[in-house]
């Protein structure tokens, strides 16, 4: 663990967490990172802290809802309690006008092979919202990115995503805000989109309407 005089926390492991040091290695000023939220280790940091990007663990490998055991589910409530006290930690350690970003998944929107992941990913959201709405007054941020998942076969950029991430961290994005930015290059809406529908919109009336 790096702690002189940071301004800038790294929260998680891989090659997105590398590629955000460094980025913030390149731009200068102080840095602190850590293997994993640690609230203990948040709250003893002798300095405040100006920006933090957490990058929370991947998503275990897909399984149906009915193959989902109890060990699998506690290895995520542990690290979704790990995430939630290292918040509270952190925005006690957040200086005015600091800003906080979560890097996790897509599982939010639901998907198959990932009842329990995409439970926590859409809790993981809600935090970060109210993290959002109870920092106001102090002027700070908070925001999310969405990865796909690893069943939707696409790799990640991390450069991409680090470059995301330092901007959402800037006072350059300050008029972003409580939200979740889905990085994935538009894969949302080609899944659905891709194909050529003019011929549907063009049926008549008293057809049953185009097919999904």
């Not at 850590?34 to 300095?47: G, T």
């Not at 939630?84 to 198959?112: H, S």
């Not at 690893?150 to 680090?162: F, H």
């Not at 080609?190 to 919109?201: I, L, M, S, T």
């Amino acid at each position: 663990m790096n702690t002189s005089n940071p301004s800038f926390l790294i929260i998680g492991q891989g090659p997105v967490a590398e590629a955000i040091l460094s980025r913030v290695s390149v731009e200068g000023g102080g840095v602190i990172t850590l293997a994993r939220p640690d609230a203990a280790a948040i709250m003893a940091l002798e300095h405040g802290v100006d920006s933090a990007v957490i990058v929370a663990p991947p998503a275990p490998s897909p399984s149906l809802f009915l193959d989902i055991d109890d060990t699998r589910l506690d290895a995520q409530l542990a690290d979704f309690t790990d995430l939630f006290e290292a918040l509270g930690a952190l925005l006690g350690r957040l200086n005015p006008k600091g800003a906080i970003v979560l890097v996790g998944g897509r599982g939010y929107l639901g998907a198959w092979g990932a009842a329990d992941a995409c439970a926590f990913s859409g809790a993981l959201v809600a935090l970060m919202r109210c993290v959002t709405l109870e920092g106001f007054g102090a002027g700070h941020r908070a925001n999310c990115i969405a990865l796909d998942l690893a069943q939707d076969g696409a790799g990640v950029d991390p450069d991409e995503i680090a470059d995301l991430a330092v901007h959402l961290a800037s006072p350059a994005s300050r008029a972003i805000n409580g939200e979740i930015i889905l990085a994935n290059r538009g894969r949302s809406l080609r899944v659905r989109e891709a194909k050529d529908r003019r011929a549907d919109f063009a049926a008549s009336a008293s057809s049953k309407g185009p097919s999904l």
